[in-house]
C-alpha cells in the first residue's frame, strides 16, 4: 500500500476521533496544523497514525530520497564559559584537565588531512571563550579559503556568535556581515534547546535567548547565508514548550524562507548535571520527528544525527518524516559521545551509510550542503562490493 492509499485507510476509519481526523485532513488537503493540534498530537496520536502522515508529507516532498553528506567536524574548544545544565561537553568545571583550546594552525592541521578526501563540508562549532574571538574566527575561515577554496564552511551557532559580536562591539548583522566576508558559507542550528523561558531559564540560564537565537539567524537569512535549527528535547519541558519552539521557527521560516533543516536532538543524561532526569523513549523519538515533520510545514528537511540516536534508529526514522542522516563524520565530534550517545566513535564511509539506507529501501542521495546531489548512490556499485573475495579455506590432509 503506498502513503496516499494508507492516509486514506486511515480517513476511512470510522473509530478515529474527530481531532485526528482533522488533522489528518489537513495532512492530505496540504494545510497548516494550529498550536493546539500540534499539542493535541503529543498528547493523543500513536506512533502508526503518526508514522503514516509524516511520511506522506515526506514522500510528497522527496519520494525515497534520503540525503547525507561527506563532511568532518573541527571543535575547536571544549571549554566554554556557559554553565548549561544539559551539557555534557564543557570541561570548565568538571575534568578541566580534559579541555582542550585549539590555534587557528591546530584547526588548518585538522583540515589539511582531509586534503585528499571528497568531503564537501566542514563543520565548526564548540564551547564559547575568550580567545577563540571575532579575529580568531575570521583567521580561520580566511586560511580556509585560501587553502580550499570549494570547502563548504558552515560554522558558528548563535551562541558563539552573540559573544563574539557583543565583545567586538557589533551589530548582529555587521558581526555576522563581516564572518560572510571572510569566508563563511552558512550556520549549524545549535544553542536552541527549547526556546520558552520556563524551560530556558532551568537549563540554559546564563546563554543567549531565544530572541537573540532567533534574531541571528534572521540576520544570517537577510545576508543569504542558510542556516538549520534545531530542538533539545526529551528532559524537563512539556509538549507546549516543543510546539511553542517550533512555532517561533516556523514564524521565523515564513518571514524569511532561510532554514534548511530541523534537526530535533534527543537529551542525553550521562555527564552532565541533569543526569536524574531520564531519556525518552525510542518510540517518543519517532514520535517527535513524526510530529516535527507535520508541524513544520515550511521546511524542507527533517535531519537526524545517526550518530547521536544509533543507526537503528536512524533507519527507522526514515519512516516518521526524517529525509537526512547527516554525515559521514570520520569521528571528528566528541559532543554526541561525552552525552552517552551509543556511538562512541562515530564515523560511517559513504558505502555504509548508503547500505544504511538501501537496506530500509529508500534511495542514498550524497548532497552538498545546499542539498544539491553530488552523487545518486541508488543504483551504485562500491569497488568492494566487485572485488573478489577470497576466503581461507581450512585445508584437509
Ligand atoms: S551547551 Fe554549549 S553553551 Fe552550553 S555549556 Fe555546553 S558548550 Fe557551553
Not at 50 to 66: F, S
Not at 309 to 319: E, F, K, V, Y
Not at 363 to 387: A, G, S
Request: aromatic share 12%.
Amino acid at each position: 500500500m503506498d502513503t496516499t492509499a494508507k492516509l486514506t485507510f486511515i480517513l476511512d476509519n470510522a473509530d478515529l476521533s474527530q481531532e485526528l481526523r482533522g488533522i489528518a485532513l489537513k495532512v492530505q488537503q496540504k494545510e497548516r496544523i494550529t498550536f493546539d493540534e500540534g499539542v493535541y498530537l503529543y498528547e493523543h496520536a500513536e506512533l502508526g497514525f503518526l508514522g503514516v502522515l509524516a511520511n506522506y508529507i515526506r514522500e510528497q516532498k522527496h519520494g525515497d530520497k534520503t540525503y547525507f553528506n561527506r563532511n568532518f567536524h573541527i571543535e575547536p574548544t571544549n571549554v566554554c564559559i556557559y554553565t548549561c545544565n544539559f551539557c555534557s561537553y564543557s570541561r570548565l568545571i568538571k575534568n578541566k584537565e580534559d579541555g582542550w583550546e585549539m590555534s587557528v594552525d591546530g584547526m588548518m592541521d585538522i583540515l589539511k588531512k582531509y586534503d585528499n578526501e571528497p568531503v564537501t563540508e566542514v563543520h565548526v562549532t564548540g564551547g564559547v571563550v575568550p580567545k577563540q574571538n571575532l579575529e580568531f574566527y575570521a583567521d580561520f575561515f580566511r586560511s580556509v579559503k585560501a587553502h580550499r577554496p570549494s570547502l563548504h564552511i558552515k560554522a558558528l551557532t548563535p551562541v558563539e556568535c552573540f559573544y563574539i559580536f557583543k565583545k567586538a562591539k557589533l551589530s548582529h548583522y555587521d558581526g555576522l556581515k563581516y564572518f560572510k566576508e571572510a569566508g563563511l558559507d552558512s550556520m549549524p542550528g545549535g544553542g536552541a534547546e527549547i526556546f520558552h523561558p520556563e524551560v530556558r531559564e532551568k537549563i540554559a540560564n546564563d546563554k543567549c535567548t531565544a530572541e537573540q537565537w532567533l534574531d541571528i539567524h534572521e540576520q544570517a537569512h537577510k545576508l543569504g547565508l542558510k542556516t538549520n535549527a534545531t530542538m533539545l528535547y526529551g528532559h524537563i519541558e512539556e509538549f507546549k514548550h516543543r510546539v511553542d519552539h517550533m512555532e517561533r521557527l516556523r514564524q521565523l521560516q515564513d518571514k524569511t524562507g532561510g532554514f534548511q533543516a530541523f534537526i530535533p536532538l534527543k537529551f542525553r543524561n550521562q555527564n552532565n548535571q541533569m543526569e536524574h532526569v531520564p531519556e525518552v523513549s525510542v518510540v517518543e523519538d519517532l514520535r517527535n520527528y513524526a510530529i516535527a515533520r507535520i508541524y513544520l510545514d515550511n521546511f524542507d528537511h527533517i535531519k537526524a544525527y545517526w550518530a547521536m540516536i544509533s543507526r537503528q534508529t536512524a533507519q527507522l526514522s526514515l519512516n516518521f518524516g526524517v529525509d537526512d542522516i547527516d554525515g559521514t563524520l570520520d569521528d571528528t565530534t566528541k559532543i554526541y559521545s561525552m552525552a552517552g550517545a551509543e556511538e562512541q566513535t562515530p564515523g560511517m564511509s559513504t558505502r555504509e551509510l548508503a547500505n544504511l539506507i538501501k537496506q530500509v529501501h529508500r534511495q542514498p542521495i550524497e548532497r552538498d550542503t545546499f542539498y544539491n546531489v553530488v552523487t545518486d548512490y541508488t543504483d551504485f556499485v562500491f569497488e568492494e562490493d566487485v572485488k573478489p573475495q577470497y576466503y581461507k579455506l581450512p585445508v584437509i590432509n
